[in-house]
């Protein structure tokens, strides 16, 4: 009995070691908006605090074309808001049409916690999102 409770606790402590010692990318499963609600998403975000920014990785499965969801829409495009409420462009997302998949790695926003989303767009480079949200994650 009582070799049970310590490797009970020793199982307990360790699992605790794990879940707050690591770190790690934080990793987000996200459905679509009601633009786009058959759309699944992972984002992952590995936040570096040091250097202040996050990298990101999205990864979109079962996305109609650019053009079926937005007026005008040819791309998807991720931001990020800073701390200021400003919308920053963090990159667009390369579409798969055949498989209806869309993914960006790589990409990153020079900020720890923040909004994001992915909006369709006309262009790559837009100045500004539009109002065509197809995806919204806080990461923190």
């Given at each position: 009995?009582?070799?049970?409770?310590?490797?009970?606790?020793?199982?307990?402590?360790?699992?605790?070691?794990?879940?707050?010692?690591?770190?790690?990318p934080?990793?987000?499963?996200?459905?679509?908006?009601?633009?786009?609600?058959?759309?699944?998403?992972?984002?992952?975000?590995?936040?570096?605090?040091?250097?202040v920014?996050?990298?990101?990785?999205?990864?979109?499965?079962?996305?109609?074309?650019?053009?079926?969801?937005?007026?005008?829409?040819?791309?998807?495009?991720?931001?990020?808001?800073?701390?200021?409420?400003?919308w920053?462009?963090?990159?667009?997302?390369?579409?798969?049409?055949?498989?209806?998949?869309?993914?960006?790695?790589?990409?990153?926003?020079?900020?720890?916690?923040?909004d994001?989303?992915?909006?369709?767009?006309?262009?790559?480079?837009?100045?500004?999102?539009?109002?065509?949200?197809?995806?919204?994650?806080?990461?923190?």
């Amino acid at each position: 009995m009582r070799g049970t409770k310590w490797k009970l606790g020793a199982a307990v402590v360790a699992t605790g070691w794990a879940l707050t010692g690591c770190g790690g990318p934080l990793k987000y499963a996200v459905h679509g908006s009601p633009k786009a609600p058959e759309i699944d998403a992972t984002i992952v975000a590995d936040v570096n605090k040091d250097g202040v920014f996050t990298s990101l990785k999205v990864d979109i499965d079962h996305l109609a074309p650019p053009d079926r969801l937005g007026s005008g829409g040819k791309v998807f495009v991720v931001w990020a808001k800073d701390d200021k409420g400003k919308w920053q462009r963090v990159g667009a997302l390369r579409y798969d049409g055949d498989g209806r998949k869309a993914s960006i790695a790589g990409a990153s926003a020079p900020i720890t916690a923040f909004d994001m989303k992915i909006t369709i767009e006309s262009d790559a480079a837009p100045e500004g999102p539009s109002g065509d949200t197809l995806v919204g994650q806080h990461i923190n």
